[in-house]
């Protein structure tokens, strides 16, 4: 039983979608919001710009759901046929519709611009069709009926949609469903174990039927735990999610970094600013790429002091006074470097906690005893050097993202063991 009774899918039309030229990102947007008016989505479909198969594609989407919301095809060339296919499929022709052309006419004036007469298939509508006016663009969007379904056609530009549907979209499919309750998502982020691990510790919160609903999705090194609730209103739908997360967080502790939208960069900076804590960085094989993702969180600047990419040999020894005869000794990819390079940046910049990696992210540079993939993360503060060694495969990328991950992820569990300075400590 779904919230509005209501079911939805999402076609998206475009071949430069189905060669994978453009990601499709209308149709997750559109499901998120239908989401939010407590309608869910069914299917999510791409198809190129064919008329058979699109025409197909529309008349068994109308069969199966109650919406249809269509994305792309409405532009002025020969390869926009979305009106033309829509209509057909609804069993009616294209007509002009003026108020549209003229519209369209003046959006032209106003940019000082010369209407093409390509332009005016843009106003040509299937008969019958209510229109949504394109407060962004030269392509209107509309709505029929076909079949069981009422079918929303929209511009395939996310800034067009976007508006088109909030004002446009949003008060019909209200219309339909009524007074009828919501769906609301809660998602919790967790980084370290497998999916195996942490679907085994919470698998009987994920039992069909069950309301919340939980799920598990992967992405990005990160496990995404999806609560989701469906109730009369907002209000009940948020108390059956807290329920649910506050187990859900008893059981997983520590390897939740954040939820609905937060990043590990964000969480980790987080944990250091609310401390006041200071932060520096010593990094080789990831390039910067730590100091790039903490840099991107807003205010960071109250604790990351510096980082150094030392990436040669010669660097790590001036300056992070990691001395010759270590490097010689073990090589540039060992514990006993790692240790040095945070020690070193540590002193040099006075930081409450320093970070280094070193390793090899290939495709080459690896040996027998020092294969691709091997990394080392070095923390290090006022009480000693923890050194984590790590085994990495997928290309060069892929282990230079998971290795800024693991310390990011270091850095948020150091911080959050650390005390909180309370309200009158730096006073008189």
Same mark, same amino acid.
């Given at each position: 039983?779904? !919230?509005?009774?209501?079911? !939805?899918?999402?076609?998206?039309?475009?071949?430069?979608?189905?060669?994978?030229?453009? +990601?499709?990102?209308?149709?997750?947007?559109?499901?998120?919001?239908?989401?939010?008016?407590?309608?869910?989505?069914?299917? /999510?479909?791409?198809?190129?710009?064919?008329?058979?198969?699109?025409?197909?594609?529309?008349?068994?989407?109308?069969?199966?759901?109650?919406?249809?919301?269509?994305?792309?095809?409405?532009?002025?060339? @020969?390869?926009?046929?979305?009106?033309?296919?829509? @209509?057909?499929?609804?069993?009616?022709?294209?007509?002009? /519709?003026?108020?549209?052309?003229?519209?369209?006419?003046?959006?032209?004036?106003?940019? /000082?611009?010369?209407?093409?007469?390509?332009?005016?298939?843009?106003?040509?509508?299937?008969?019958?069709?209510?229109?949504?006016?394109?407060?962004?663009?030269?392509?209107?969007?509309?709505?029929?009926?076909?079949?069981?379904?009422?079918?929303?056609?929209?511009?395939?530009?996310?800034?067009?949609?976007?508006?088109?549907?909030?004002?446009?979209?949003?008060?019909?499919?209200?219309?339909?469903?009524?007074?009828?309750?919501?769906?609301?998502?809660?998602?919790?982020?967790?980084?370290?174990?497998?999916?195996?691990?942490?679907?085994?510790?919470?698998?009987?919160?994920?039992?069909?039927?069950?309301?919340?609903?939980?799920?598990?999705?992967?992405?990005?090194?990160?496990?995404?735990?999806?609560?989701?609730?469906?109730?009369?209103?907002?209000?009940?739908?948020?108390? $059956?999610? !807290?329920?649910?997360?506050?187990?859900?967080?008893?059981?997983?502790?520590?390897?939740?970094?954040?939820?609905?939208?937060?990043?590990?960069?964000?969480?980790?900076?987080?944990?250091?600013?609310?401390?006041?804590?200071?932060?520096?960085?010593?990094?080789?094989?990831?390039?910067?790429?730590?100091?790039?993702? $903490?840099?991107?969180?807003?205010?960071?600047?109250?604790?990351?002091?510096?980082?150094?990419?030392?990436?040669?040999?010669?660097?790590?020894?001036?300056?992070?006074?990691?001395?010759?005869?270590?490097? @010689?000794?073990?090589?540039?990819?060992?514990?006993?470097?790692?240790?040095?390079?945070?020690?070193?940046?540590?002193?040099?910049?006075?930081?409450?906690?320093?970070?280094?990696?070193?390793?090899?992210?290939?495709?080459?540079?690896?040996?027998?005893?020092?294969?691709?993939?091997?990394?080392?993360?070095?923390?290090?503060?006022?009480?000693?050097?923890?050194?984590?060694? +790590? /085994?990495?495969?997928?290309?060069?990328?892929?282990?230079?993202?998971?290795?800024?991950?693991?310390?990011?992820?270091?850095?948020?569990?150091?911080?959050?063991?650390?005390?909180?300075?309370?309200?009158?400590?730096?006073?008189?």
């Amino acid at each position: 039983m779904t !919230a509005t009774g209501l079911r !939805a899918e999402v076609i998206a039309v475009g071949t430069e979608l189905v060669q994978g030229l453009i +990601c499709d990102t209308n149709s997750a947007w559109i499901s998120e919001r239908l989401s939010a008016i407590g309608v869910p989505t069914d299917y /999510h479909t791409c198809v190129a710009d064919d008329a058979t198969r699109l025409e197909e594609l529309v008349k068994q989407a109308s069969t199966r759901s109650d919406l249809v919301l269509i994305t792309g095809g409405l532009g002025p060339t @020969a390869d926009d046929i979305t009106r033309e296919i829509v @209509a057909r499929a609804a069993g009616v022709e294209l007509v002009l /519709h003026q108020p549209s052309l003229d519209e369209i006419s003046a959006r032209f004036a106003k940019w /000082h611009r010369e209407m093409s007469d390509n332009n005016r298939s843009q106003a040509a509508l299937p008969e019958g069709a209510q229109v949504m006016p394109n407060a962004n663009g030269t392509a209107p969007g509309f709505v029929i009926t076909i079949g069981r379904a009422r079918v929303f056609v929209f511009p395939g530009v996310p800034a067009e949609l976007h508006v088109m549907f909030e004002t446009e979209a949003v008060p019909r499919i209200r219309e339909v469903a009524g007074a009828a309750g919501v769906i609301r998502v809660r998602r919790i982020y967790c980084f370290g174990p497998g999916e195996s691990s942490v679907d085994q510790k919470i698998r009987h919160l994920m039992s069909p039927g069950r309301n919340p609903n939980v799920g598990l999705l992967v992405s990005g090194y990160v496990i995404t735990v999806k609560i989701t609730a469906t109730a009369d209103t907002p209000g009940e739908a948020d108390e $059956l999610i !807290a329920g649910t997360e506050s187990e859900v967080r008893g059981i997983l502790g520590e390897i939740i970094f954040g939820a609905d939208g937060e990043t590990m960069e964000e969480a980790a900076a987080r944990e250091l600013l609310s401390r006041s804590l200071t932060i520096a960085l010593a990094e080789s094989c990831t390039g910067g790429l730590i100091a790039r993702r $903490l840099t991107n969180v807003s205010g960071i600047s109250g604790s990351f002091l510096a980082g150094i990419v030392s990436y040669a040999d010669e660097a790590k020894r001036d300056f992070l006074d990691v001395p010759g005869a270590l490097i @010689a000794e073990h090589g540039a990819v060992s514990e006993p470097v790692a240790r040095a390079m945070a020690e070193g940046v540590r002193k040099r910049t006075g930081a409450d906690v320093a970070v280094s990696t070193t390793g090899i992210a290939g495709p080459t540079g690896g040996t027998p005893g020092k294969p691709v993939g091997l990394i080392y993360i070095a923390l290090a503060d006022a009480d000693g050097i923890d050194v984590r060694e +790590c /085994h990495y495969h997928g290309s060069r990328s892929r282990i230079r993202v998971r290795s800024a991950m693991t310390a990011l992820d270091m850095i948020r569990r150091w911080a959050m063991k650390q005390d909180i300075p309370s309200p009158s400590q730096g006073e008189g």
